[in-house]
């Protein structure tokens, strides 16, 4: 079992940056694939960041690509979500997860193992 727990989420202007940290319990989690989801009220969840096991290998939904970056610390069994530019519509819960399978999409909700509960993002404008 592996257990995640989110922190860094809160309230922030239009163009600021938080930054969101996801730290693992219970098991290494070297080899997963990690990955940040997001949110709204009345949305579905949506991916947001992935990384595979290796720090390099990186993935990003369209609208956040050169605003966040993921990476992750395996000594710390911690991911982060470093974000920039930050917009109104970046608000959402955001939850940290992750995927057994290395080979997986690393995009899709239903491919991942373990969830935390997640934090809120809110941007105002």
């Known amino acids: 079992q592996v257990q995640l727990a989110e922190s860094g989420g809160g309230l922030v202007q239009a163009g600021g940056s938080l930054r969101l940290a996801c730290t693992a319990s219970g098991q290494t989690f070297s080899t997963y694939t990690m990955g940040w989801f997001r949110q709204a009220p009345g949305k579905e969840r949506e991916f947001v960041a992935a990384?595979?096991?290796?720090?390099?290998?990186?993935y990003y939904l369209d609208s956040v690509k050169g605003r966040f970056t993921i990476s992750r610390d395996n000594a710390k069994n911690t991911m982060y979500l470093q974000m920039n530019s930050l917009k109104p519509e970046d608000t959402g819960v955001y939850y940290c997860?992750?995927?057994?399978?290395?080979?997986?999409?690393?995009?899709?909700?239903?491919?991942?193992?373990?969830w935390g509960q997640g934090t809120q993002v809110t941007v105002s404008s």
């Open positions: 990384v595979r096991w290796h720090p390099s290998n990186t």
């Open positions: 997860a992750a995927d057994k399978n290395p080979l997986g999409s690393a995009r899709y909700p239903e491919e991942y193992d373990y």
